[in-house]
């Protein structure tokens, strides 16, 4: 992509409404434009990475063997009459009546409509487990929203519902979750810590939060420090197998974790004190078990192997794509501005031309283009008319994680500058090492 | 995917409320679910399809120079006083008010928002022309949706928006839409027509709707016969070439092709009688150059080459990817269900495991599978405990264009069977050869 065709309305000033790092760079960086109080426009820099973390999260759902489908904004009132859930929602449910004067809402989460989905299609218990899940854009009017799109009113959810037999299913179907959740997080960048939820009503211990670290994080947090060394699930991992998940989860639940709001001090203090971390997190992900809550008042039932009806046990599990990309941000930006992570950056690649115009920097410029282009990578070649310090600023300020940077002074002996993002750290090469250099 | 893992509800017989075929076979296949009057839930066969045919619009917008952002469901109500179409908009507008009061909407169209963000980001005609699209849920409260999702209340659309300074380059705008229409629609299996439509108040020649014929289209349309021959315009047009398409749309518009509310049955019957051709058509895309319609009352203006300010020449243009879904239906299908082109099918391949349990059948599927996926198709097996003359009606139902047939009659003589869906046609082949004829 040429600078000069994309939109990239970049603020030089941090804007003052903005209270927290990811939404100043994300007005600055020309990622994100308010429409109304906590509605956003997601501007081309900005929708490239929201896509990017959607598709990576669509990946790891499919692969633990979710089904996808798409469930519709708009939710009639008596899906959420049937749970009782319409009149104790509150006025975070943006209601609606349509011209019929029927009651309608914008849906704030999906439970009840996909609890209608199974009840209507699926019968036995031959057809478990299933896990169902879609991407929409949800709304909850919050009385005061804020952080940008860490926490805005329209928002983009991930959420999946999954449907098992009994208890022991169930507990399957949850540790999926967990996995594909742990190994979402780590493609996208992110060093997630899954901490004990409040369960709810149901108790038990299939309720967790999965939390990042993030200096600039919105709560505190205590674990134990070699959570930090843990290894990320393979892809390869064996879904199918209960015990293989099992244990990745016994793992992964087996040392001090907690939010504030369920620490323990007196557990904590029993670490060494050199296995004590407290930090600032964000919440990332939330994954819950709640049984029949549902099924069991809307009739979803299927005939087990016993030939009778059991109402069916379900979970819940959320990840907001849209609150990620501030998430992300947050837990990667330095005062230059953003540091994407390779997989979800708008563009791999920052192709600085320093002279446009003269005609040998042009050339190489155009060569390495194609060459990257050629090679799968996404560019974003600066190809303004502007001067050299503005454009270093871009391209720190909007992060990329490779910048190219390409003068006739360099050319003359052959050479480019490379530079990544992440460290600072500059080579001056060839223009083919510098290829091969990104692209190996 | 495994079909014995997969949410297919297939109903044996056509539901009563389904008035057209695509609806009809979308209900029968599992592709939707009703959830409200025209509101649906897309199953994950139907969502697959609908993924498929985004992806394509998506890649031909970006091809022809267009940027892709997001703009929220959710629109304020004092953006559409300030074009006056608050008012104006009339039942079909979805006005809600949040908890604050505030007089919001679902939007059903996104003129005001896009030229909203353009006048805040774009002040000189350097940064011209521009392109602005986005692929995003629209809601239009219809006093009586039918048709299934040709005619939904809430639906998926893409919706464009060029700016340029003058008439002249919002004729080169519309060029691009016009050629990537044509290049998108192709490539959904789809032969379209462009046909001059209402220009509104502006006038002139810049309004066209695109047309597929089907035999149970919802309109009469009149054409030369000769549009059927047309060649596509290649991927590699060169969209930046002001003559290179207006070559292209000339030829495209130079012959006799009319809606029936733009028919002049005079001008028709002056074509030879063999080039006369009268169908049914149903519209799947529209273009359309409205001036500065919007820009002049909202103040989006860029200062041009003398200096002075201009409001900017905008044109819009639409395609409902939701809508099309049931179009290729219309314009595809027999008696026996769906014949999905190759581009679009929810799976490209549907394996049928004929004797599962049987263990040669069950390694020679699994082999096939394996080979397949790793080709990079996709391929839904057919892997259920379910006689032959089910797993046939269900292939053919839901339309997959290759049914590779697997059974232990055939295997004792190292044969698989091969079905086109289009054609009816069948071949019993070797495993490998059914492999390499498919990914051929």
Chains 1, 2 share one sequence.
């Not at 990332?284 to 009806?309: C, L, N, Q, W």
């Not at 503005?390 to 909007?398: Q, V, Y």
């Not at 993002?421 to 692209?439: N, V």
Request: hydrophobic fraction near 40%.
């Amino acid at each position: 992509m040429r600078l000069s065709r994309f939109l990239l309305p970049i603020l030089r000033d941090a804007p003052r409404e903005a209270e927290i790092a990811s939404h100043r760079l994300m007005l600055r960086a020309g990622m994100i434009r308010q429409q109304s109080a906590g509605i956003y426009s997601w501007l081309p820099l900005g929708y490239r990475v929201l896509r990017k973390i959607e598709a990576i999260v669509r990946e790891e759902q499919n692969r633990s063997g979710a089904l996808e489908l798409l469930m519709p904004t708009i939710q009639s009132a008596d899906l959420w009459r049937e749970s009782g859930r319409y009149d104790a929602y509150g006025k975070e449910m943006l209601r609606i009546q349509d011209r019929h004067e029927r009651d309608m809402l914008f849906g704030p989460t999906n439970e009840e409509m996909i609890t209608d989905i199974f009840r209507a299609y699926v019968k036995s218990y031959r057809d478990l487990p299933m896990n169902l899940y879609h991407i929409q854009w949800k709304f909850r009017d919050e009385v005061r929203p804020r952080f940008g799109v860490m926490r805005s009113r329209e928002f983009l959810m991930k959420d999946a519902y999954s449907f098992d037999l009994d208890q022991a299913g169930a507990r399957h179907s949850y540790n999926k979750m967990f996995v594909a959740y742990l190994r979402t997080f780590a493609r996208l960048g992110l060093k997630s810590i899954p901490m004990r939820a409040e369960s709810g009503p149901i108790g038990g211990d299939m309720s967790h939060e999965f939390i990042i670290l993030a200096s600039t994080g919105e709560s505190e947090v205590f674990c134990h420090r070699d959570y930090l060394g843990f290894d990320t699930p393979p892809a390869d991992t064996d879904f199918d197998s209960r015990e293989g998940l099992q244990a990745i989860v016994d793992r992964w639940t087996s040392l001090y974790a907690a939010t504030s709001e369920m620490h323990d001090a007196g557990e904590f203090a029993n670490l060494a004190e050199s296995d004590r971390m407290s930090a600032r997190g964000i919440e990332v992900g939330h994954i819950f078990y709640f049984g029949t809550k549902y099924s069991a008042p809307m009739g979803a039932r299927v005939t087990g192997p016993d030939g009778t009806e059991h109402d069916v046990h379900m979970g819940s599990y959320g990840i907001g794509p849209s609150r990620l990309v501030a998430a992300i941000i947050e837990a990667s930006h330095d005062d230059a501005g953003i540091v994407w992570p390779d997989a979800v950056a708008p563009f791999q690649v920052g192709l600085l031309n320093l002279r446009v115009g003269d005609s040998a920097t042009d050339a190489a410029c155009a060569d390495l283009y194609r060459g990257l282009v050629a090679a799968g990578f996404d560019v974003l070649y600066d190809d303004r008319d502007d001067r050299p310090g503005a454009k270093f600023a871009t391209a720190d300020l909007i992060g990329l994680p490779w910048q190219l940077i390409v003068g006739p002074k360099g050319l003359a002996e052959g050479k480019v500058e490379l530079k990544r993002r992440a460290t600072g750290e500059r080579e001056t090469l060839s223009p083919a090492d510098a290829l091969r250099r990104i692209t190996g």
